[in-house]
């Protein structure tokens, strides 16, 4: 019996994650659930689940989940304090760290501190953090098991393989929405149209991200961190089937690769189990049926948040922070109909532009860089709706750095 | 420094094997070559590799190999015997059962008896003798390492996994030349059509039995001992481009797959060098050049040699072992022109017909159930031939079985 946490319960990968738990209740116990502020939501999982602790980062959202749930026994913990405290919840054996953004980083690190096995769906943990999270998790012996259909592909593959045999590893993209949308077309797309994925069914962020490919840009970022590879040794194949996960290239030209049903249930289950599997906790298969796997390269110029990311991995220091940030600002912009589709880059842009190139050493450094980056994006989504038009497309450094704060 | 053996070292795999081994002179040393007749493409062999040991199974070519090759410090050893000395040779670490045809199974036998590491070309060591040989193999301590394309491929995914993670495992096929020729023209193809493999460079036999599905039917066959699956869990896929060598498909449906460009070059450097692997051994698989990958559902009317291979598999005993040697004489056959492409089938149908369901336990009785089926299979092609039409396919069983004699 595998005793689990999951930090995001109400979340796309949280309610996946809880379907999964629920098919095999002989292997799993929920101890902890937390989640942002969707109390209603995290009350019905609690009366299914029981687990002995919850927590909610909105404190008003505690206060009324802890006046309905008296009777069943779950303590209700409020705040990012409460996240840590369940993120690091003594009898748990494995943490699933899904909640959505930058949020999620400090809970996630927390699991991390506290040796546990990480199911690590949170992007942003690495991408913000990636150098601080995989050295604490050598040193507090956490292992982290990719959630990511991507990552979990490769890790799939690689399972103890000596990384020197690997050449490279190849992260799929099936390209989004709008991987055969004329680049004219772009400026106009609509947040309806974007979160229209042809073959994911995920949250709206990430869904956005996928249709701009920052999503692979962060994951590139990602697989940086996960498996010990500079950024030249990870590349993009766009594969519109998304059958084909990713795939690694060992030294001598042989490539081995993993596929599956396009469902975020598999990698979910996959890490949840590991390192056994779940009898059927994927439909099969079926090449045949599919038919064919096509494979291209992604268009660099006409999606050039893949770019951004790339530089930002190079570049190091704030950069991926800020990359990250801006990016979240931006995207909710769109969401919200305040900018168009090809403002995200703009916004990414020019924010990234703005940045000094700090080193960034801790924790807390990474979250004054990341609030100042929140700021910064806002002004310039500003500035790019006052102006009616798309701010100069400088490039990184060419402009006078913004000042980050040193501290909080 | 890897020390080798080469049985078969002038045939299309043990050429290209040394082909390899040339590339990598620090990590390996040729100790010794074994070969059926061609004694000057042995002696070019023992000029530039200085093996301790050369074998040829034809005594008057060792004869001739003698007297060229005294100045060359090599013992020149003959016969059957010869070659079982050299397989065992006390120095060698890895033995490539690289023998064309069933000629292949007892020096193959005589390595996995002295516990080598055998690196396995020869499909008939496990289509004839599968039960004894990987028995032999445990008891010994023989590591087999499957030379195959399909099969490394599988041996390359599963690598350690635990076989009650696996639901099937997938071997590919090309299809060979005529995957798409409609099926009454069959009857009519050449020899020389069959020989134009679209994809891959082989062998004459392994060519034909690529044309008629038989060699994935062999595969099948050998996929069952070398992976200790049942012929349920072992299922063909047409794969025209060849670029995906196999797939395993796990409980949970996630499946793993090995691809690289197609070269025998790739499986045999891997096996040679396994468990290490071999900088560049193959050119870099390029899939925005490849673009697609397809994949359909074998025809198993238009090509009946791989339901017989699953029907002999499921009966056990003698039915393998008739079948590969009925598939020998009838391909040689089409080879010399003797009998049609259709009548590859034909023949194997009827030999298969007039075998008896004897138990078969040692290497001795498989020779012995190889020699009647030889014997049978040449009276159906002359039966065939004076007929001038295909004899009515039986079912198994469905005749009066033939008298397989009990001893040699």
Redesign the interface.
Known sequence: MKRIVILGSTGSVGVSALDIVQRYPDRFQVVGLTAGQNWTLLEAQIRRFRPRVAALANKEAAKSLRARSRALGCEVLEGVEGLIQAAALPEADLVLAAILGAAGLVPTVAAVRAGKCVALANKETLVLAGAIVMREAAEHGALILPVDSEHNAIF??L???PRE?V?RI?LTASGGPFVDTPPGRLERVTPREALNHPRWKMGDKITIDSATMMNKGLEVMEARWLFGLPPEQIEV?LHPQSIVHS?V?????????????PDMR?PI??AL?YP??????????N??E????????PDAEAFPCLRYAYEALAAGGAAPIVLNAANEVAVHGFLTEAIGFLDIPRVIRATLDRRDQKEVRTIEEVLIVDRWARGEAERQMQLLKKSGVSPPAGRAGSQKSGEIPTEC
């Open positions: 799939q593959v399972d103890g393989r045999t050449r190849l194949l795939l290239e060992f030294v001598d030209g042989s490539v081995i690769a993993q596929l599956g049903v598999g289950a996959h189990a056994e599997r779940l009898e059927k906790s994927l439909p099969p298969l090449l045949v599919v038919g064919a796997l096509t494979f291209r390269a």
